[in-house]
């Protein structure tokens, strides 16, 4: 003969409140998500999460350099005439961004809110004269002169 330790009643509470422990459990161990940057151009968008950041603190100096030059995970296609948007989550643009193209800062002062548009052909001027087919574009997020945040981009020129 079997004995029921806990009621039908009793079972569902402890099972419920089993699986909440564990569900609380995998969640500290997860890693909070950056905030998310947006190109569009046309009806295609992609965003990305940072390829640096710092949980909002700065990065260290000697790390720019490499977050700005990683090799982007997304590109768009991009003609001259086309419209590229930026977008950035409102935590962004609390502190302020900026864009840096192939490395270099492309802009003096931070932009302060969460979208803006640009002519694609910004973007593919060359100090050679040459003509560039593609392009890295980085968001970086500024909080006074340290840099606290990067995402990257890539352009490819269409005709």
Known sequence: MTVAFF???GRRIGVALGAV???LLVLSACDKPTPLATVTVGTTSVNSEAACYNDGEAIKESLIQGCLNKKPEKTLEV?????????????IAEKGWTLFINGQQAEQEPFKKTYRT???SAFFASQTGEPATKTNVSIV???????TGIWQFELKKTS
């Open 141 to 147: 997020e500024t909080s006074g002169k340290k840099l």
């Open 21 to 23: 422990s564990a569900g």
């Open 7 to 9: 009621s039908g009643k």
């Open 79 to 91: 003609a001259m005439d086309d419209k590229v948007r930026f977008g950035v989550d409102p935590e």
């Open 118 to 120: 640009i002519p694609g």
